[in-house]
């Protein structure tokens, strides 16, 4: 059935199509913390004046720049809380950007307000996470698809009607249902209405943020094969948001990973998943639970939390977990000298072993053998502090301060001295799979 109202195919949209249909330069979006009325009020009736105001910055996003193809699906993945909903958002200026540039078609969203803003919105859309809470429940699906195309004045009622049925059947859902209520479908259904809605007011890019991520395996599936269908025929560009990286190499054509705010790593599909370079996308595809039940679970998950945005590390911000972090220059170790070192300094900063003497430590973590030189002695004073026989830690191996001023000490004279912690990385790549570009943020890839 072919959609009556105007909804532009994909060869309408190639018809205007040159070069990129979305560019991020530099964009950022940091959060001052506490933001609202009394956000971040602190009160204190020794000073004066007795009230003052602490925002601390978030740096939900910062300095991303992508460009994302017409027609293409750019995955964008990472853990929880790593800035990807908060991009989403931005580049729909949902989110105000705190920095950079956001042209659509050329054209910077930025510099739009008022009813040029109002009007470039119905280009692009948002598909949310949850379906459930996403649809008005005293609403109709009928209404629910329909709003968009009121609040942007298009057709009249009879032809809003119209357009909404065809919808449903595009999105696989039967038209009949338009007088329903969305507490009569299921999640997957749900999702669907959304997506009608979302595709009323033909839009052009759609940000999809985490859409079939609530959703049970076999459904998601499903849903999303419709919006490849719905891509393929109305010329679409979608931004795919997941944690999830079956899903995001179900749909996606390029992939970006992103860490605390960073995009680390953009690749075409193939090239990402056969051919990662980013130590943070290794371990997210090591972490892929693996279906053969004679292995367990997932593999390789990342150690450690993500450290927090308001104080996100210098130069590389995955240097804190990073399995790869390279040597200080200052030191002349060898590989398998500095390999024992890192794990040595991970393991005393997360407190992973229980105490034991100095002999023990150089043996279980240095095959008994310290490194020469300067970073030797270092690694020597480290020990004195937490082996449970030194003079230094001996009674006190328990005692924190000691395990805090070793942790200090190797993190001073090893972590802060890479280059990873002096240098933000960005290192343009050969792909070995497909022509597209490649880039890691990763000083590995120098
Ligand atoms: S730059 Fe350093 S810390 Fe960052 S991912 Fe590469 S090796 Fe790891």
Redesign the pocket.
Known sequence: MAVSSDLRTSEARDADRDGPLLELEGVSKYFGQGSGLFGGLQYDPDTFPPISVDRERVEAVDDVSLEIQPGETLGLVGESGCGKSTLGRTILRLLEPTDGEILFRGENLADLSGEELRQMRSELQMIFQDPQSSLDPRMKVGQIIEEPMRAHGMLDDEGREARAKELLEKVGLDPRHYNRYPHAFSGGQRQRINLARALSVDPEFVVCDEPVSALDVSIQAQVLNTMERLQEEFGLTYLFIAHDLSVIRHISDRVAVMYLGHI?EVAEKEELFENPQ???TKALLESIPVPDPRESGARGVLEGEVPSPTEPPS??R??TR?P???APEAYDLTEAEWSHTRAFMRAVKRRTFEPMSAAELRREFFGGDLPGGEAGEIVADAIDMIATDSDHGGESADDRSDWTAATDLLLESFAER???ARER?AYDLEPVHGSGAHFA????RR
């Open positions: 680390v980013h130590p943070y130069g590389c995955f240097r990073c790869e972090l390279i890479s280059i990873c990385p943020a990763c000083h590995r």
